[in-house]
């Protein structure tokens, strides 16, 4: 007989692991060019400059800079502003 007999069903479920989503790199963070910013399910947050979103939605860096994110048109932008390195004086 290959059926469970009076244990209930809190033995029948999976233990799996959790899936690690959310923001990894924050507002004003230095990032390189591939680091992931964003692990999410669904378009929570969109791409903006110098950022790419993958297949699963994970939101990457494609330049090197600084992470900024804003809200146009209700929609929420991650972006990577380029760093602006002030010439020195001799």
Known sequence: MAHTKQQGAAN???KRP?????????GDEIVKSGMIIIRQKGTKFHNGQNTKIGKDYTIYATAPGKVSF?????????EVLPIV?????K
Not at 18 to 26: H, N, P, S, T
Not at 70 to 78: A, C, F, H, L, Y
Not at 85 to 89: D, I, S, Y
């Open 18 to 26: 959790g899936r690690r989503l959310g923001v990894k790199k924050f």
């Open 12 to 14: 029948r479920h999976l």
């Open 70 to 78: 804003k809200t146009m048109q209700g929609k929420r932008i991650v």
């Open 85 to 89: 390195v002030a010439p020195v004086k």
